[in-house]
């Protein structure tokens, strides 16, 4: 694949993501407009998640501040060989591959992204706007349904797609990411501020994120009620159809097995020494130490994070700043030593 030699300087680059930063947070009629088209599209984006994720992106990403201080870390300079590195891009939150747009871009190299069909809408208008603010751009970020030719690649999915991502790119440099989930630890004496944040960090997302939490991991005794009533304001979960769909379904399972559980009727625990949890449900186990099990889960290589008193603070689990790396591979070194 043959690029334009004009290539954009570093500040250039900074400045344009400033003005795409910009943009999310003034929140246009327009960009409600791209919000409603991915909510058509995909029941799961919802327009209040979607900005959510628009302002997590635009404050802990897009400002001058966090990206000078982001490229100065890396000694990122305009003397890099752009290459081509070829993206494959999840689709289970609104715009969850931007992290790895952002880092190829502010590190000087050209990419061919891959789109998820459940999130080809948001991210592909937020790229057509900076189109408009800095026509160059168009050198260094494409589009693609298939990805031939790349010098690298960073791909993410569900574990049977990493398989096949290995096979496909094994033999060029990359990244690949499985599955993964996220657990808390609490000790029981939590705060009702703190199991509000918690709250947030098991639902945002209808839990649907790798950084959301779906398993908890409590003493013997832990009393659920105050927690249960720290999830109130996610009850309208259950007049979301495709969320009561999967409450419903998994809640007659639940019975029939005769299985001990709680719900406040919209998210239901269960006991399980599983880490991965269906939509609406949440589980929970029981520890007697909790530096074996800090020790056991630091070894689990399908846990994204850990929340909690001495962890991922609470409410923090999907506010990730620009140096948090999904499964912990620092994507920025990555393509600085390609």
């Not at 751009?137 to 999915?157: E, V």
Request: aromatic share 14%.
């Amino acid at each position: 694949m043959q690029f334009n030699t004009n290539l954009m300087n570093v500040q250039e680059r900074i400045n344009l993501m400033v003005k795409a930063g910009e943009y999310l947070k003034a929140n246009t009629e327009e960009w409600q407009e791209v919000k409603q088209q991915a909510f058509y599209k995909n029941g799961w984006f919802t327009p209040e998640f979607s900005q959510h994720a628009a302002l997590q992106i635009a404050n802990n990403f897009l400002t001058e501040e966090a990206l000078e201080k982001w490229v100065a870390n890396y000694h990122v300079d305009d003397n890099i060989t752009p290459k081509n590195i070829g993206i494959v891009m999840a689709g289970n939150i609104p715009m969850v591959g931007f992290h790895d747009m952002l880092s190829v871009f502010i590190s000087g190299h050209y990419q061919t992204v891959k789109l998820s069909s459940k999130d080809d809408i948001l991210l592909m208008h937020l790229v057509k706007y900076l189109y408009t603010q800095e026509n160059e751009i168009q050198n260094y970020i494409s589009f693609a349904d298939m990805l031939k030719g790349c010098d690298a690649y960073i791909a993410t999915g569900g574990n049977s797609a990493a398989k096949s991502f290995s096979d496909y790119f094994g033999k060029y440099p990359n990244i690949i990411r499985k599955n993964r989930t996220s657990a808390a630890i609490l000790t029981g004496n939590e705060t009702d501020g703190e199991l509000k944040l918690l709250a947030e960090d098991i639902h945002l997302y209808f839990g649907l994120g790798c950084r959301n939490v779906t398993k908890l991991y409590v003493p013997e005794g832990y009393n659920f009620e105050r927690l249960l009533k720290s999830f109130s304001k996610f009850l309208y979960f259950g007049d979301h159809h495709k969320y009561r769909n999967n409450y419903d379904y998994n809640l007659s399972i639940i019975l029939l097995n005769n299985i001990f559980y709680m719900t406040n009727e919209a998210t239901i625990l269960t006991e399980n020494t599983n880490m991965f949890t269906p939509i609406s449900q949440l589980y929970y186990e029981y520890y007697p130490d909790v530096k074996k099990l800090t020790e056991f889960l630091n070894n689990q290589n399908d846990v994204q994070c850990m929340v909690g008193n001495n962890f991922v603070p609470f409410g923090q689990a999907q506010n990730p700043d620009l140096f948090t790396y999904a499964d912990g591979e620092d994507t920025m070194q990555f393509l600085l030593t390609l």
